[in-house]
């Protein structure tokens, strides 16, 4: 399936399918009990997710929303949990998957625990090698980047200024 830029794929708190992200990205947003938002993860083309949930199904513990034209295949989750229960050999798999999404949350821990001058550099070069020539400012808020990297907004857009001169 195709989703476009703003597209919610699934709701925090829903059911449903496990999914695999053929292309594109999509942002992982959880709501606050106050009602405000935030960005808690970015999916890149070839994650399978959500990760919580590949090993038993869960309630999705956050809203999956299309940041550009992405394409996900649906796996559904019956068949999933099934084909785990006669191919114990499939839990590898996940486990592999498990493994390669780890990788990617440390690289972006290490961009949101670099000295505050380094971080939107590290996180153009992140951006550069998933996703090419588009950049994180093409993609993403001010806000969502602060989220992301551990800044306020403000102090994003004094970074972002510092760095384009």
């Known amino acids: 399936m195709i989703l476009h830029r703003g597209e919610v ?3 925090q708190g829903e059911t449903g399918d496990l999914y695999r ?10 709501l606050r009990p106050d009602g405000s938002s935030l960005l808690f993860n970015l999916l890149v083309p070839g994650e399978f ?9 869960q309630p999705y513990f956050a809203t999956a929303i299309a ?3 992405s394409e996900v295949e649906a796996v559904p989750a019956r068949e999933w949990y099934d084909s785990l229960e006669k191919d114990p050999v499939k ?17 972006r821990l290490n961009i949101a625990t670099a ?13 550069r090698r998933h996703f090419g ?9 001010q806000e969502e980047i602060g989220q992301l990297i551990g800044m ?14």
Do not use: D
Request: no cysteine.
């Open 91 to 107: 839990y590898r798999e996940v486990a592999v998957q498990l493994q390669h999404t780890l990788r990617i949350i440390q690289q």
């Open 49 to 57: 997710f959500p990760h919580h949930s590949l090993l038993s199904p």
């Open 67 to 69: 940041v550009i034209s």
């Open 152 to 165: 306020s907004r403000e102090t994003v857009n004094r970074q972002l200024r510092k760095t384009q001169k």
């Open 21 to 30: 992200l053929k292309s594109g990205l999509l942002k992982v947003v959880r």
């Open 115 to 127: 000295p505050a001058k380094e971080r939107i550099p590290l996180l153009r070069e992140w951006f």
């Open 9 to 11: 794929l699934f709701r």
């Open 133 to 141: 020539s588009q950049s994180v400012e093409e993609m993403l808020t």
